[in-house]
């Protein structure tokens, strides 16, 4: 068989400093391992980034996101100036509605390629992976799976609409209230099923995640394909002023319960002063959508005198940050499941007890369970008893027990996952060139 070519379809990747270009970016690793020949199309980067990863042996094709105009009649495309023109304007909103349910996804934010002016970049392809978290990616890729007739693959880093309402998640699901939202919903629900439905291999990053997608599309055979970590090189380092550190990196969501870690923080700093003295919080490239949850973390930093933040900084620097911690800290998502976040699972492989609060029986919980790799904890009272625990064997120059089981762990390791996944695309490639190979009469 021929070299397999592969399009990898995702809205970052490296070197965008993004939880979205991990996923697609160990794909490509694993794929190019085994000799595929291997194309990215993907977002021109919004702001400078440092440098990470190998990337030298991929085709990536970059491209802005802006209001495409290449496959819009007349008609649509005097809607889209309109809106744009508008904006800011009372006339702004109704038009924004007509744009979403008229016109192609995402109508502000989109690639301006048509799947000719791909296929002059890059050649025609044998399989099209579509990753999240834009559902755009979907439309890009169904269309140039049918241009070229290859072997279509979906893959859910994110849920795209909600027939699981634990999965909802506002940034990413929420279309909107009353009879905009409800046009909205339904519209992108067909879409769903036109672009993702007809997939010759859907994989989703959790259980949750895919039995989500397999109810909207109508799919029967779908494959959970986690995320992962990459083991990192644990370093046995202490705190120069002898602290204790806590460590969480990456983004604050507002599903998570934030006032009640903060009041768990300040119910420690009553109990036992002493050894609250001894604890430093590290928020490494602490960012949210929220503004409420930002000011949340100011307050405590400015009252608390235990928080200490850090920028946004390389993945690797990430990672080194994490193994050089004490502990790290994972907040789940109140009343949401099926969400494995990717610093959540950088943690299993950083080499020390994690910290997660949670009142939610989810993945995450099982995920930390059998891999046995930290604690639960379910409100202030548990988690300000624990750190208490933690700070005191650390004042005597000891740690807690920490002994994850290794063969459990596998589960959530890159190379592991994605070589899963790329058995999968082998095989959809190699049923359909067996099918096309095929006498006539056979078939």
């Not at 005097?78 to 509605?97: C, H, I, M, Q, Y």
């Not at 140039?144 to 909802?168: F, K, Q």
Request: contains cysteine; positive net charge.
């Amino acid at each position: 068989m021929a070299t397999p070519r592969v399009l990898i379809i995702c809205t970052w990747f490296p070197p965008v400093n993004a939880p979205g270009a991990r996923r697609p970016y160990h794909l490509a690793r694993s794929l190019c391992d085994r000799g595929w020949k291997v194309c990215v199309l993907t977002s021109t980067p919004e702001k400078a980034t440092e440098p990470y990863g190998k990337s030298d042996d991929l085709h990536i094709l970059r491209t802005p996101r802006t209001a495409a105009t290449h496959d819009l009649n007349a008609v649509q495309r005097s809607l889209l100036r309109a809106w744009k023109a508008t904006s800011g304007s009372p006339a702004n909103g109704p038009l924004r509605v007509l744009t979403d349910l008229f016109l192609p996804l995402r109508p502000g934010l989109r690639w301006d390629l048509s799947p000719k002016d791909i296929e002059n970049a890059i050649g025609p392809q044998d399989v099209v992976v579509a990753t999240g978290p834009d559902p755009a990616v979907f439309e890009t890729g169904a269309r140039l799976v049918r241009h070229w007739n290859a072997v279509w693959a979906v893959d859910y880093r994110d849920p795209w609409n909600v027939a699981i309402p634990e999965v909802a998640k506002d940034i990413i699901t929420h279309q909107g209230t009353g009879l905009a939202g409800a046009l909205r919903r339904a519209r992108m629900r067909k879409l769903e099923r036109r672009y993702c439905g007809p997939a010759d291999v859907l994989t989703a990053v959790s259980k949750t995640f895919l039995a989500n997608a397999m109810m909207i599309t109508g799919h029967r055979d779908g494959h959970v394909i986690h995320g992962g970590s990459v083991r990192a090189r644990i370093t046995r380092t202490t705190d120069p002023q002898g602290k204790f550190i806590l460590a969480h990196t990456g983004q604050l969501y507002p599903e998570q319960p934030w006032p009640l870690f903060f009041d768990a923080i300040t119910r420690l700093q009553q109990e036992a002063p002493d050894l609250a003295a001894q604890l430093v919080v590290r928020f490494v490239g602490a960012t949210s959508t929220d503004l409420s949850t930002m000011h949340l973390l100011e307050r405590a930093e400015r009252g608390s005198g235990l928080i200490e933040r850090m920028p946004t900084v390389t993945p690797d620097e990430a990672i080194r940050l994490q193994t050089e911690a004490d502990a790290l800290l994972q907040l789940a998502l109140t009343g949401r499941k099926g969400y494995l976040p990717v610093k959540f699972l950088e943690y299993l492989g950083a080499g020390k007890p994690i910290i997660l609060l949670s009142a939610e029986e989810d993945e995450m919980e099982s995920a930390l369970t059998s891999t046995r790799t930290g604690t639960i904890v379910r409100d202030a009272r548990q988690l300000v008893a624990h750190l208490i625990a933690h700070l005191e064997a650390h004042r005597t120059g000891h740690s807690l027990k920490y002994a994850p089981d290794e063969r459990a762990l596998s589960a959530f390791d890159y190379a592991t996952n994605m070589d899963r996944w790329a058995d999968l695309l082998g095989s959809a490639l190699r049923t359909r060139t067996d099918r096309a190979t095929e006498p006539t009469s056979v078939r």
